[in-house]
């Protein structure tokens, strides 16, 4: 079963259009495809594959996907106005065991992407991380062309991109929580920043990533047979081929604390900001 929508927003002067579809079986969550801003291409596809749970007190872990069979109302599709900016809001309900998830996609008139997953719920009386993977492949102005970068703010070397940004010339997993991300077109200078959200965390032994850039491989796009509820998997993509000029994918990954203070059923909320670079 596929529930799917396609969106050209505002609709009096349009600056978003893009399809977004909801699929069961191997679920990614909803994924937002052929995604434009202001007529020009920003991403192929973008979804939420995955997210996995890990207790302190032992129990579990446990790896999670959103789909149709645990949506509990139809997704959500509405305006929202906040700070001046109007925002296209694309939103799905799910229960999962005990847990209650909302899996939020903010669009804004100004071209920020903003996915949001909001947890509330406990599955046991227990400190616990969910560790949430969003997998963004971004055709910045086409599939070709484009390089991946990460800012250190430690770092002052310029490698032609501005103080601290280091271009990545091939596949490779990012360590270090205190990092800025981003994917532009080589030719045009167009692109997207990604930011790491307020309450995004740190890996652990757990989750011990904080994402990577792969070069784009159909046969990787596993949607939610990716990984398992011990491992995420996604160093099997890390090979080291080269991402200079190529087909661009980006993994980025949350680390939610949800820290026990006895029953409560209290809303916790993690996720980046996509930001727009000369659109």
């Known amino acids: 079963m596929t529930v799917y929508g396609r969106v050209s927003w505002p609709p009096e002067a349009p600056k978003w259009t893009f399809l977004w ?24 596809k973008a979804s939420l594959p995955m997210i996995r749970v890990h207790y302190d007190s032992g129990a579990g872990p ?6 149709i069979g645990n949506m509990r109302v139809p997704v959500k599709v509405y305006e929202h106005v906040q700070s001046g900016h109007r925002h296209l809001v694309v939103e799905s309900y799910h229960v999962i065991s005990r847990y209650h998830i909302v899996n939020r996609w903010f669009f804004r008139d100004d071209g920020l992407i903003q996915p949001q997953l909001h ?10 991380q969910h560790h949430v993977y969003w997998r963004f492949d971004f055709d910045i102005g086409g599939a070709s062309n484009n390089l991946p970068l990460e800012h250190d703010p430690g770092q002052t070397t310029n490698w032609g991109y501005g103080p601290g940004w ?17 994917v532009i077109n080589k030719q045009s200078g167009l692109g997207y920043l990604l930011n790491r959200g307020e309450f995004d965390g740190k890996s652990d032994s757990f989750g011990r990533i904080e994402g990577a850039a792969v070069a784009y491989r159909a046969s990787e796009d596993l949607k939610g047979r990716l990984g398992s509820r011990f491992d995420d998997e996604i160093y099997q ?6 991402v200079d000029g190529k087909d661009v994918v980006l993994w980025y990954v949350a680390h939610l604390q949800h820290i026990y203070h006895g029953p409560e059923f209290e809303w916790h909320v993690c996720g980046p900001l996509l930001w727009p670079l000369r659109y």
């Open 119 to 128: 947890s509330a719920g406990l599955q046991h009386n227990a400190t616990h």
């Open 237 to 242: 993509h890390v090979t080291g081929e080269s």
């Open 21 to 44: 579809e909801l699929v069961d079986g191997d679920t990614e969550a909803i994924a937002f495809r052929d995604v434009y801003f202001k007529g020009i291409k920003v991403l192929h």
């Open 166 to 182: 280091r271009p990545i010339r091939g596949e490779e997993a990012f360590w270090f929580w205190n990092r800025s991300w981003a």
């Open 62 to 67: 446990y790896k999670d996907q959103l789909g």
